[in-house]
């Protein structure tokens, strides 16, 4: 199975602040990645695919980036409504697997 | 608009059964594959289960394979999980998801069902 690591586990970050996600693959993805968004006692709400396709809602202040087996989750302009903990996915092959999560809070 | 309403959750003892349904809505149910995730309290996300459009062909989790079984009744518009042989190892909220591509990512979630295993 393909090992997704996320980093960091945690952050507290300001308003407006600038969010940078870490998800490292333990191989070759080759961009099938998805990043999800899940708010306390909620679902998770699909943000971004294909590595940096945002999905259809999503505000633009999120994006994501990478290839091969880095890849980065970015949120601009840090908005409260924005924590949550954030999940890495690929979707390469089967299994499909997640990272363990990110918890992002306001500091 | 896209709805996944998951039903059939609660307290089961170790080594009973249990089945979850989903009844989905919003979409042509039968031109998807469908799957279900799963979230151990204060855990991460596992994909549980993966359906094809008329349900000849599933995937399986190996930590679920050989105990559950994923089904669907494309005229009903509804998703099922038959769980057999719990462990409390399988205690979290299960979630119905719409995959999106194969191998799937999921663009639409269900609220999820608490199965909680215990004796």
């Known amino acids: 199975d393909i090992r997704m690591t996320q980093s960091p586990a945690s952050l507290s970050a300001s308003l407006g602040e600038t969010v940078n996600i870490e998800c490292l693959a333990s191989e070759d993805i080759y961009s099938d990645l998805a990043w999800y968004q899940q708010k306390p006692g909620k679902s998770p709400q699909l943000l971004i695919y294909?590595?940096?396709s945002l999905q259809n809602g999503v505000p633009s202040r999120f994006s994501g980036s990478g290839s091969g087996t880095q890849y980065s989750l970015k949120i601009n302009s840090l908005q409260s409504e924005d924590v949550a903990t954030y999940f890495c996915q690929q979707y390469n092959n089967y299994p499909p697997t997640f990272g363990a999560g990110t918890k992002l809070e306001l500091k | 608009e896209v709805q996944l309403v998951e039903s059939g959750g609660g307290l089961v003892q170790p080594g009973r059964s249990m089945k979850l349904s989903c009844a989905a809505s919003?979409?042509?149910?039968?031109?998807?594959?469908m799957a279900w995730v799963r979230q151990a309290p204060k855990k991460g996300l596992e994909w549980v289960a993966s359906i094809s459009y008329e349900g000849s062909s599933t995937y399986y989790g190996d930590s679920v394979k050989g105990r559950f079984t994923i089904s669907r009744d494309n005229a009903k518009s509804t998703l099922y999980l038959q769980m057999n042989s719990l462990r409390s190892e399988d205690t979290a909220t299960y979630y119905c998801?719409?995959?999106?591509?194969?191998?799937?990512?999921?663009?639409?979630w269900g609220q999820g069902v608490m199965v909680t295993v215990s004796s």
């Open positions: 919003g979409f042509t149910f039968s031109d998807y594959y």
């Open positions: 998801a719409r995959p999106n591509w194969e191998p799937p990512y999921f663009d639409y």
């Open positions: 294909n590595a940096n």
